[in-house]
């Protein structure tokens, strides 16, 4: 099936650092989405985007994140600075279309020190 | 409180058998999609639905949006079925609302 892809699998950072998690969302799909699961607990969302614009986010989505999907490239989840309770899997998904279904990929394992 | 009750939390089958996992939804959804998580920790798409049933293989799904819920067939189950299953729920704001999973277990 459609394949997502997420660099890096595993980050370690120090607390009130940066950091970058990139996706590489299916070739066609217009819809971007990023959710976090911290260890022992459900996915939740966190953000969609299309179109160049956050269009809906939860109150998961700190003012210290931030998305973005440059001139087609990796979409990205910025997280700057960094608090211990951001540490989580972070996964991103991707749709062709609003409402339409979601393809995950294997996730980002952000560890916060 | 939560939108998507899932459950059983853990199923055990033995080989050959088979049951059913549901989701209950709090609210009206628009679609709802199931997920095996593989040995990796990735999602597997298993089916989206509107509406209605599907059938893969040995899975079914079927979607109530009306009656607030969604179930999971599984058929003949088999050793390499054992994992964790999620329901997630499209309420029509373009994100999925997760259950907490049902761990399933088949043994010979």
């Known amino acids: 099936g459609p394949k997502v892809l997420q660099i890096p699998s595993h980050q370690i950072i120090d607390m009130g650092q940066m950091v970058t998690l990139n996706c590489d969302p299916v070739?066609?799909?217009?819809?971007f989405y990023w959710y976090k699961q911290i260890l022992g607990q459900q996915m939740e969302f966190l953000v969609n985007?299309?179109?160049?614009?956050?269009?809906?986010k939860s109150k998961l989505f700190k003012d210290q994140f931030s998305v973005e999907r440059p001139d087609g490239s990796y979409f990205t989840l910025k997280i700057q600075p960094t608090a211990l309770e951001d540490s989580a899997v972070y996964f991103c998904?991707?749709?062709?279309?609003?409402?339409?279904?979601?393809?995950f990929g294997p996730g980002t394992r952000l560890t916060v020190l | 409180g939560d939108q998507v009750e899932q459950s059983p939390s853990a199923l055990s089958l033995h080989e050959g058998t088979g049951s059913a996992l549901r989701c209950n939804f709090t609210?009206?959804?628009?679609?709802v999609q199931w997920f095996r998580k593989n040995s990796r920790g990735s999602l597997i798409n298993l089916f989206y639905?509107?509406?209605g049933t599907k059938e893969n293989g040995r899975l079914k799904s079927a979607f109530d949006s009306k009656e607030r819920y969604s179930t999971l067939h599984i058929r003949d189950a088999q050793l390499e079925d054992s994992g964790t299953y999620f329901c997630?729920?499209?309420?029509?704001?373009?994100?999925?609302?997760f259950g907490k999973g049902t761990v399933l277990l088949v043994s010979p």
């Open positions: 609210t009206t959804m628009r679609a």
């Open positions: 639905l509107a509406s």
């Open positions: 998904a991707s749709s062709h279309r609003g409402g339409a279904e979601q393809f």
């Open positions: 070739s066609n799909h217009l819809y």
């Open positions: 997630a729920a499209d309420s029509g704001y373009n994100k999925l609302t």
């Open positions: 985007f299309y179109n160049g614009k956050v269009m809906e």
